[in-house]
């Protein structure tokens, strides 16, 4: 993987704010609901999130800008403690032999958790910060999430001295076959609690109902997911916290409808209207405009209002709205009214049917 740096475009003094702007730009950029079927684009923003969760975490930037993304271990053309560990691979870990030292299991990972946000048709076109309550686990107060009652604490397992695998060894024709497993005594922690927590009963962590702060960005629609990374449900005892996923739910509007990131608008305007033009004040997501109607303006003309749709995610810039005219034909005329378009239709050489004709009656009796 290229430099992390690099990846997401800042210098190696930046501040955790420039980490964090150029990480939400290029995530939006390279999302893969922003670029569908596109490979590299996820790809790209796989990298960019892994560049991201290390710089914006000030112990593992640390680590990173010392020995690079390998960490430590980097410092060693054969990665992790050298030759030692090329051995212990192949010797150690469940093949040949019998020596060597089994990595500590720890507490696990806490699970990932998925909630839905719903926003509002123009806090999704502009960005918001939506508030997303989940009932997930916590760090339990009381103990500090060790799940030792206070004044307690938790003590190394003997049976895997700490280690929280236990191996197995058993002759074979080859050799000495060794086995490794999670330690029946301690599940695996390297530790056991003699006096749990009461509150967490040795969970080290409690449930509860908590709720996040989303940021999410503009431009995003419904089926979008974004991911909180740490934002999930605790591990036990200290364990790491799992990623919370939120997936978007947009309300639709009762104004616009988005196809792309092009907003469309039907404009009503009145027959008399289109035929001698007119000027219709719109009220858009942006602000108030008017639409100029020409005269003999027919049902289906668009004007196209330019940038003021749906912000782009992959890049800059945004959508067009795009304002399509429908001409509205008067369903109910009073006498006068009537006997007007009959002096137009009179002056334009256009025949109408006649008042007398019982044609507008029957028509009505046959719609009813």
Do not use: W
Not at 80 to 98: R, V, W
Not at 120 to 138: H, I, K, L, Y
Not at 174 to 202: D, E, K, S
Not at 316 to 326: A, N, P, T, W
């Amino acid at each position: 993987m290229a430099d992390y740096y690099e990846l997401l475009g800042v210098s190696r003094d930046a501040t955790a704010d420039d980490i964090k702007r150029s990480y939400r730009r290029l995530a939006r950029e390279h999302h893969p609901d922003a670029n569908p079927g596109d490979v590299e684009a996820e790809a790209r923003f796989k990298q960019v999130a892994v560049a991201y969760e290390t710089l914006s975490d000030p112990e593992r930037r640390r680590q990173y800008d010392m020995f690079g993304e390998a960490g430590p271990g980097a410092q060693s053309p054969f990665g992790g403690g050298g030759l030692g560990d090329i051995f212990d691979m192949f010797f150690n870990q469940g093949g040949f032999g019998g020596g060597g030292q089994t990595a500590p299991s720890g507490p696990p990972r806490g699970s990932d958790l998925e909630a839905v946000v719903d926003l509002e048709f123009a806090d999704a076109v502009f960005g918001a910060q939506a508030p997303v309550s989940v009932r997930t686990a916590m760090p339990c107060d009381d103990c500090e999430a060790t799940g030792a009652a206070p004044g307690s604490q938790a003590q190394t397992c003997v049976e895997c001295a700490g280690v929280g695998q236990v191996r197995r060894v058993r002759q074979s024709i080859l050799g000495q076959m060794v086995t490794a497993g999670p330690c029946p005594r301690c599940n695996g922690f390297g530790t056991v609690v003699p006096t749990p927590c009461p509150t967490c009963r040795g969970e080290g962590r409690s449930i509860e109902e908590h709720t996040f702060n989303v940021d999410v960005p503009a431009g995003v629609d419904t089926g979008a997911t974004l991911r909180l990374p740490g934002r999930g449900a605790v591990g036990p005892r200290g364990g790491a916290a799992g990623d919370l996923y939120v997936h978007v739910r947009v309300a639709p509007d009762d104004r616009f409808v988005r196809h792309g990131d092009d907003l469309h608008h039907d404009l009503h305007v009145a027959a008399t209207q289109a035929a001698l033009g007119a000027e219709i004040p719109l009220t858009t997501l942006d602000g108030d405009e008017v639409v100029a109607v020409a005269p003999g303006t027919q049902t289906g003309k668009v004007h196209r209002l330019r940038g003021q749709g749906v912000p782009h995610l992959q890049s800059r810039g945004r959508g067009d709205l795009l304002v399509q005219i429908v001409v509205d034909t008067p369903t109910e005329l009073s006498e006068e009214e009537a006997e007007l378009l009959r002096q137009l239709a009179e002056l334009r050489g256009e025949e109408v049917a006649s008042p007398e004709s019982g044609l507008f009656s029957r028509l009505k009796s046959a719609f009813k």
